[in-house]
């Protein structure tokens, strides 16, 4: 848009410093056509689009979201301590300023593979990804001791500050470790990156994404199964445990009821027996008499006796 500005201003202004626009410029007075009016014409178009390819007025506009920081490229020290913030459209010369804008919403960064180190020497990759944002107030500053554009600094000083706080944190940590506790190792690792880059960061939702050595990741399997195995053979002895338990329950229950019915026995015989009077038991003699009587009746003193028939001795 300024470089269409620019053109159409300055080739007004050269055609009319030719007189381009007056007729006796192209034709004589008998109306003959003069190419010296052609050359003019030509030479005020050429002198726009000179203008333009070396016009220093340029025109930006910092989107919402963002923060725009206008930087003088003259001075002793090539804009250090000559940098304002800027917003909407922004005017400027491009030979002795420029404008960098920076994004102050959440930004999602995907870094390539790289090895660490991980506690006991054992190496492991990592590919990882995070969101991070600018601190609004402070991308002056930052910019000052950066000195580069978002771009340059997501693959530059905030690269190496995320890849050595992973390997920082992930020297603490034993492979398996790693792989037991992975939700403590990346927040462990957010919380020593936000140390570091926390004066112009933020950093959030750090995924690692670690693969380990195949050696090593054989050796994890192999530890992940035992340890279940174990858990498996553990819920089991709780469950026999449980079933003995309840056995020991029962069995305690029907002793119980016998122990119970045995004195309830033992207490109604020694019932029965108090209540055996001679009075009682000639009762019950009298209530099972037939009413008959013996056909011999003999005293104890009545010498009575019986003869038996003599069988013959021959």
């Not at 726009?48 to 025109?59: G, H, K, Q, T």
């Not at 002793?76 to 922004?90: F, S």
């Not at 593979?113 to 020497?121: E, N, P, Q």
């Not at 001679?278 to 005293?299: C, F, H, M, R």
């Amino acid at each position: 848009m300024i470089s269409l500005i620019v053109f159409l201003f300055t080739l007004l202004i050269t055609a009319t410093l030719l007189g381009t626009f007056r007729k006796s410029t192209f034709y004589s007075e008998n109306n003959r056509f003069k190419a010296a009016g052609l050359i003019k014409l030509f030479a005020a178009l050429g002198t726009a689009f000179f203008v333009v390819l070396v016009n220093p007025i340029d025109i930006e506009r910092i989107d919402a979201g963002h923060v725009g920081i206008k930087v003088s490229n003259v001075g002793d020290n090539r804009g250090v301590g000559k940098t304002e913030y800027v917003t909407g459209w922004v005017l400027f010369n491009s030979w002795i300023s420029r404008i960098y804008e920076f994004p102050i919403h959440q930004q999602h960064i995907d870094y390539e593979a790289a090895d660490i180190v991980t506690k006991g020497g054992f190496r492991a990759t990592i590919k990882p990804s995070f969101n991070y944002s600018i601190n609004a107030g402070n991308v002056a500053d930052m910019f000052q001791n950066l000195r580069v554009g978002v771009k340059e600094m997501e693959q530059g000083w905030l690269k190496n500050a995320i890849v050595g706080s992973v390997n920082d944190v992930a020297n603490r940590y034993t492979v398996d470790s790693i792989f037991n506790h992975r939700e403590e190792f990346e927040s462990d690792i957010v919380k020593e990156c936000n140390k570091r880059v926390s004066k112009w960061f933020n950093v959030s939702q750090l995924r690692t994404n670690i693969v380990p050595p195949t050696e090593i990741s054989e050796s994890i399997v192999a530890k992940t199964r035992a340890i279940q195995e174990v858990q498996v053979a553990e819920n089991r002895r709780q469950v026999a445990v449980a079933d003995a338990e309840r056995k020991i329950a029962e069995a305690r229950g029907d002793s119980a009821q016998a122990v119970i019915q045995a004195s309830g026995r033992a207490e109604a015989i020694k019932k029965e027996q108090l209540s055996l009077t001679p009075l009682y038991i000639e009762y019950i003699k009298v209530q099972k008499w037939s009413g008959q009587v013996p056909s011999t009746v003999a005293g104890s003193n009545s010498g009575f006796m019986i003869q038996l028939p003599k069988h013959e001795k021959e």
